[in-house]
Nanobody, 117 residues
């Protein structure tokens, strides 16, 4: 049984930084690609960043140069370092294995990120 627990969200001013964490349990985390997704109010869930088991990464154009995804396979944890945050980054952030953002299966509870002055 997969369980994903996201944390690290909060309220931050524009230009600020946050670091999100996601701990995965119940699965062979270390061999599976992982990703961060986000969903703003009234909008669909979108892919933010992905990382392979070997550490190769990819990013949505809107976050390139500002966000960094990383993983620690020994800790079953994936991270999202978010710098130079903008109000349009406000959303609930989720981690999951690399799936289509419209995936109808399991998602964790997410962590709220609010960027506002």
């Amino acid at each position: 049984q997969v369980q994903l627990v996201e944390s690290g969200g909060g309220l931050v001013q524009p230009g600020g930084s946050l670091r999100l964490s996601c701990v995965a349990s119940g699965s062979r985390f270390g061999i599976r690609p992982m990703a961060w997704y986000r969903q703003a109010p009234g909008k669909q869930r979108d892919l933010v960043a992905g990382i392979t088991r070997g550490g190769s990464t990819d990013y949505a154009d809107s976050v390139k140069g500002r966000f960094t995804i990383s993983r620690d396979n020994a800790k079953n944890t994936v991270y999202l370092q978010m710098n130079s945050l903008k109000p349009e980054d406000t959303a609930v952030y989720y981690c999951n294995f690399r799936v289509d953002p419209s995936y109808q299966g399991y998602w964790g509870q997410g962590t709220q990120v609010t960027v506002s002055s």
